[in-house]
């Protein structure tokens, strides 16, 4: 048995796990940059990352494992990065689609995808229709995803509603909204993991994550695996959650 396989022993042992895992893959630059190497290696490196953890996920037992692939922000990079990140998006579908359906991964991207080149777009409404039927796990990528933007859009459709009368003012509740975001139906992330050492946000699932445990790991996307996975859950697991209340 390897590390990896000990420490889910562990997480399988120590505790309850958590339904819903959220990640911002960050540290993907650093990584090539430390080694010389153009940035779009580093992404392609973090593709690596992005397959072991849905394995791990899986593994685990985990429902529901969000990814923040790509910001609303990221389309300011240099053209030449926007584009690899674009390539590899249609690589890792052509590539996974296929073993992401026999796992039984259902495939869900989340974000402003009317913003996807042509050849992307289709790519992702491919790979979402052919595992819309999967039960085992949940994999949202994010692409093109702002949480502020997604809950302005939240906003206007409920305004919408009430406009039209289709809605009640004070009909307007946490469910209401909850209701009209990108992630209707999956439970609020129990564990958020951001890689590369950053304690921020970023503009990612902003109401979402409202109770949700952090954890921020040192290592860099690249370099992220099944073991750095477990060890994330093995923290959680170890966090009491009150959820605002106190403990009996
Ligand atoms: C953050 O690193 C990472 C990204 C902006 C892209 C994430 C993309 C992948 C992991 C590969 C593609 C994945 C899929 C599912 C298609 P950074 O570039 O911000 O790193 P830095 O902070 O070190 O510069």
Redesign the pocket.
Known sequence: MGAADDLLAQVRVQGAIPRHVAI??????????ERRLP?PI???H??K??REVVEASIAAGVEVLS?????QE?WQ?PAG?VSA?MS??E???QKEARELDEQGVRVVFLGDLDRLPAAQRGAVDRVMALTAHNTKLVLN?F?SYGSRAELVRAARLIAEDVAAGRLAPDQVDEAALASRLFTVGCPDPDLLIRT?G?MRISNFLLWQLAYTELHISPV???DFGRAELYEAILDYQSRERRFGRVTA
């Open positions: 911002i893959m960050d540290g993907n630059g650093r990584w090539a940059r940035r580093g992404h392609r973090g593709m990352s992005v990814l923040f692939a790509f910001s990221n990079r990065e990140l590899l998006l690589e890792y579908i990528l692409i590369s950053e860099l996307w690249p």
